[in-house]
């Protein structure tokens, strides 16, 4: 809501080559009413109380002119130099801030945009964002937005720019003047000829470390000058899927995150392996344990496991026989079912889930979102009506696990209505096809205006059932999990038919204990621990343990999807082996 959150500057001199500057950073105090944004608290670490430590908008005001003062006095001028990265951005705040506490005074800054100056300077580079530029000139910005990471990051940029504008003659500020202007001339006054050609955009990395990846699966790494991992991914073969980033432009074109890390990536370090299956298995361990900046999906973030008490109303990091449900990926899911099934058993809104201070914090806890997005309770409560007399619910009185099994069996036949309903929409959408042109195709994508969400009563049921169903989805999800994390897979790998050949992965406590080539048609071990008990399997996992489940269910479900004739064997004990056919119905219900 264009509220300062964080400022921070420095005063540095550009005759100064290794520069240590000391920096100043501050909180700014946000109105009381107001709350940060999930998405703010992501990218910045901070949080609503940590900004109640802030100062205000005017004490920070007065400690920026002071210092702005002090460099133009240091010039012999009234004018403070003020480098920043994409200033458009920031001059906004700093003159909201002088018409709102001096607006008797002269507004004291004269700006210097390295965004405007990379573009002169590096005009093949894909991304000029500052994490972009830093990253190519060899500093790595970390990854929680701060004032101060910033500030370091753009005095390294500016005094890398400094240099380079020194090798063009350029030393002094008219000189440096008369070049932007020059510049700025050049990029207006350019025009196309039929012949000329839209410049390449070049890339740090060589292209002969990328030509000479080999054809096969595995890992890949992509690196900074100063060694840092910046992307791990898999892929099906090394070299097509590396050099795909190169040559899809349209992905760099737009300025996206994709052109942002390749600005950085000089470097490949990549490891093969016997099956895209297991280079999929080797990203999600590698990502856990790097945490690189470009991968947005199975990293660490504030996710944990959890088991949950049978009403689940209490979680705990560590399964035991008071918290014999899960593994979970997330306390709402299952805190959300408990809650529903409390209020269909009589209890109050305020009850339904625990550390509710009144029914309006209990139903944001419940639904699992923001207060401001919110139903109002008489809406709520209608639409949990409406919920108990479409599926002719009445469990008052009732004890709540015998409630919460009655909603684990509801949430299984709505999963099976929905299995039922996307089979008659594939073969609807298959008619539709044959039948429509392309351009009547085109005609029925939807629009990308959003009407403005207004809850209903309707909308409170369609969203308990929502709940209810992916609730038990993801209890059968760790039972799972749990049958696979003790288990032996192999399928048939063979790129061609003279290859009679099959690959091994022996899967023990949710590891991967062993990788091997088998021939096609040998018998498949035994697991070492099948007799093992669910409850002392769940005492193996973690966060890792269960995105990797994840990821060997995904690449088995993706094994059965393609197009290849691939058989496939899962060993759970001497006496059952799933196979394609029984797989492919028992993974649609997890």
Not at 98 to 105: N, W
Request: proline content about 5%; some cysteine; glycine content about 4%.
């Amino acid at each position: 809501k264009n509220h300062l959150v964080e400022i921070g500057w420095s005063m540095i001199d550009a005759k100064d080559e290794n520069p240590e500057p000391k920096i100043e950073s501050y909180l700014c105090r946000i109105p009381e009413d107001e709350q940060l944004k999930r998405r703010i608290t992501r990218l910045t670490g901070l949080k609503t109380e940590d900004l109640s430590a802030g100062i205000s908008q005017e004490e920070i005001w007065n400690k920026v002119l002071m210092d702005a003062r002090q460099v133009a006095s240091f010039n012999n001028s009234q004018i403070c130099p003020s480098v920043i990265h994409f200033s458009s951005y920031e001059e906004p705040f700093l003159y909201h801030m002088h018409l709102q506490f001096t607006p008797q005074q002269s507004f004291p800054f004269d700006f210097i945009c390295t965004h405007k100056l990379a573009k002169i300077l590096f005009p093949s580079l894909p991304r000029k964002s500052l994490r972009a530029v830093a990253g190519f000139l060899g500093y790595s910005v970390p990854e929680m937005r701060r004032a101060a990471h910033h500030v370091t990051a753009n005095i390294f940029i500016w005094q890398r720019m400094t240099g380079l504008l020194k090798e063009r003659g350029i030393f002094t500020t008219e000189q440096f003047a008369s070049f932007l202007r020059d510049s700025e001339i050049t990029i207006k006054s350019g025009t196309k000829t039929k012949n000329s050609k839209t410049p390449q955009w070049q890339f740090p990395m060589e292209k002969k470390i990328r030509k000479e990846l080999p054809d096969l699966p595995g890992v890949y790494r992509m690196l900074r000058s100063n060694g840092d991992i910046l992307y791990i991914g898999k892929a099906t073969s090394l070299k097509s899927r590396v050099n795909s980033y190169f040559y899809n432009k349209k992905q760099y074109r737009k300025g996206g995150i994709t052109a942002e890390m390749l600005s950085q990536a000089v470097d490949l370090n990549v490891t093969v392996t016997g099956s895209p299956l297991e280079a999929a298995l080797l990203e999600t361990d590698e990502i856990k344990r790097y945490s690189p900046p470009y991968n947005i999906a199975l990293r660490t973030w504030e996710r944990e496991i959890l088991f949950f008490s049978r009403d689940f109303k209490l979680a705990s990091t560590i399964p035991g026989d008071a918290f014999p449900i899960g593994p979970i990926p997330s306390r709402r899911s299952l805190v959300s079912l408990g809650g529903i099934a409390a209020l269909l058993k009589g209890e109050q809104l305020i009850h339904a889930v625990d550390s509710s201070k009144d029914d309006e914090t209990a139903l944001s806890v419940l639904l699992g979102i923001e207060p401001e997005y919110r139903p109002d309770i008489d809406c709520f409560k209608q639409g949990v009506k409406l919920f108990k007399e479409r599926n002719v619910f009445s469990f008052e009185g009732q004890d709540i696990r015998f409630v919460i099994s009655e909603l684990l069996k509801f949430g299984k036949e709505l999963r099976k209505q929905e299995l039922e309903m996307l089979k008659m929409q594939e073969q609807e959408e298959l008619n539709e096809e044959e039948e429509l042109s392309p351009e009547e195709l085109e005609s029925e994508l939807p629009e990308e205006e959003m009407e403005e969400w207004i809850w209903t009563p309707e909308h409170v049921a369609n969203a308990l059932e929502r709940m209810v169903k992916h609730g038990a989805q993801l209890i059968r999800r760790a039972r799972w999990f749990c049958l696979l994390s003790e288990s032996c897979l192999a399928w048939n790998s063979s790129r061609t038919p003279e290859e009679l050949k099959c690959r091994l992965l022996k899967i023990k406590g949710g590891e991967i204990i062993g990788q091997e080539n088998i021939a096609n048609g040998q018998e498949i071990p035994i697991p070492e621990r099948y007799t093992l008990p669910f409850a002392q399997r769940k005492q193996h996992f973690d966060l890792m343990t269960y995105d990797r489940m994840q990821v060997l269910t995904t690449e088995i479900r993706r094994l059965l999807s393609g197009n290849n004739d691939i058989d496939i064997s899962l060993k759970i004990s001497p006496y059952i082996t799933l196979i394609n056919k029984t797989l492919v119905q028992l993974l649609q219900w997890v």
